[in-house]
């Protein structure tokens, strides 16, 4: 089996890669630029070329290929590059695509860096290809920038207190590999959501478990768009907003019966936020002793 796989050296990308790996499939990973494509593990083919900008080069990478998972980085030609690559997986004679989208898609369509979403999920179930859509939640990883505030005792993350069904990227990742490799996933949604509801609150009790210190929320929408407005285009600092103030306003929550499908897809329990903060905690040198 051969899957290319676009979007294969991000935060679930790359974790992707190495699982199809793993069961011994080929991979073909399509990249920007060269620097991308020198990082990837040395087993994996890689193409480097944009969709919009190189569609010769772009299209011949979809040639030869069993399937084709696609996740596209938030950029303001989303709709479009995902457009190109149904387009490209079609002529190709491409049978599967698998496509990550994010859970609440329709709740929350209004919101910039998420309505194209919406358009390429119709764009690829109107192309006579077998889909499978998977729709995460919000990503434990989202953490990673966390450090410097909790090292001032302080959660700043605003999720809220409704909560969140956050989910390890390593178990979108596992998920999207065993729909990629196995029968009986054509034509299926799935919400990919983490074992419990996640609130500021409930996160920030769960840092001060594993600091051995307190550890206060102080989540604020508009204060985490100041202190993040230098390190994201202007465009998706404001869409993140918007999407965090959906969040604060309504949740981002989940089912048991979503909760019970994501364990089917993995066949094992979900990761819980405690195993990921306390492995976080210690690879940052941070742990309680």
Same mark, same amino acid.
């Given at each position: 089996?051969?899957?290319?796989?676009?979007?294969g050296?991000?935060?679930?990308?790359?974790?992707?890669?190495?699982?199809?790996h793993?069961?011994?499939?080929?991979?073909?990973?399509?990249?920007?630029?060269?620097?991308?494509?020198?990082?990837?593990?040395?087993?994996?083919?890689p193409v480097?070329?944009?969709?919009?900008?190189?569609?010769?080069?772009?299209?011949?990478?979809?040639?030869?290929?069993?399937?084709? *998972?696609?996740? /596209?980085? #938030? +950029?303001?030609s989303e709709?479009? &590059?995902? =457009? @190109?690559?149904?387009?490209?997986?079609?002529?190709?004679g491409?049978?599967?695509?698998?496509?990550?989208?994010?859970?609440?898609?329709?709740?929350?369509?209004?919101?910039?860096?998420?309505?194209?979403?919406?358009?390429?999920?119709?764009?690829?179930?109107?192309?006579?290809?077998?889909?499978?859509?998977i729709?995460?939640?919000? *990503?434990?990883? /989202?953490? #990673? +920038?966390?450090?410097?505030?909790? &090292?001032? =005792? @302080?959660y700043?993350?605003?999720?809220?207190?409704?909560?969140?069904?956050?989910?390890?990227?390593?178990?979108?990742a596992?998920a999207?590999?065993?729909?990629?490799?196995?029968?009986g996933h054509?034509?299926?949604?799935?919400?990919l959501?983490?074992?419990?509801?996640?609130?500021g609150?409930?996160?920030?009790?769960?840092?001060?478990?594993?600091?051995?210190?307190?550890?206060?929320?102080?989540?604020?929408?508009? =204060?985490?768009?100041?202190?993040?407005?230098?390190?994201?285009?202007p465009?998706?600092?404001?869409?993140?907003?918007?999407?965090?103030k959906?969040i604060n306003?309504r949740?981002m929550?989940?089912?048991?019966?979503?909760?019970?499908?994501?364990?089917?897809l993995?066949?094992?329990?979900?990761?819980?936020?405690?195993?990921?903060?306390?492995?976080?905690?210690?690879?940052?040198g941070?742990?309680?002793?």
């Amino acid at each position: 089996m051969k899957v290319l796989v676009i979007g294969g050296t991000g935060k679930v990308g790359s974790i992707l890669v190495r699982k199809l790996h793993e069961k011994n499939v080929k991979v073909r990973v399509l990249c920007r630029n060269a620097e991308r494509a020198s990082a990837l593990p040395k087993d994996v083919e890689p193409v480097v070329a944009d969709l919009v900008q190189n569609p010769d080069t772009s299209a011949e990478a979809f040639k030869g290929v069993d399937a084709v *998972f696609m996740l /596209n980085p #938030l +950029t303001p030609s989303e709709g479009v &590059e995902a =457009g @190109l690559a149904v387009q490209y997986a079609r002529d190709a004679g491409v049978r599967r695509f698998v496509y990550q989208s994010v859970h609440g898609l329709e709740e929350m369509s209004y919101i910039p860096h998420i309505a194209a979403k919406l358009a390429v999920e119709r764009a690829i179930t109107s192309s006579g290809m077998q889909w499978t859509f998977i729709r995460p939640n919000y *990503f434990f990883q /989202n953490d #990673l +920038t966390a450090k410097p505030a909790l &090292e001032k =005792g @302080l959660y700043t993350a605003p999720v809220g207190s409704i909560g969140v069904a956050s989910v390890d990227t390593g178990d979108i990742a596992e998920a999207e590999a065993n729909v990629l490799t196995e029968t009986g996933h054509e034509n299926q949604i799935y919400n990919l959501v983490g074992p419990a509801v996640l609130t500021g609150e409930s996160c920030a009790a769960t840092w001060s478990d594993v600091l051995g210190r307190q550890v206060r929320y102080v989540g604020n929408v508009d =204060g985490w768009r100041a202190a993040t407005r230098e390190f994201m285009p202007p465009w998706l600092n404001y869409s993140v907003g918007l999407m965090y103030k959906n969040i604060n306003d309504r949740g981002m929550l989940s089912e048991a019966e979503d909760v019970k499908s994501a364990e089917t897809l993995l066949n094992r329990p979900l990761r819980t936020y405690r195993d990921f903060v306390g492995q976080l905690a210690k690879t940052w040198g941070i742990a309680a002793k």
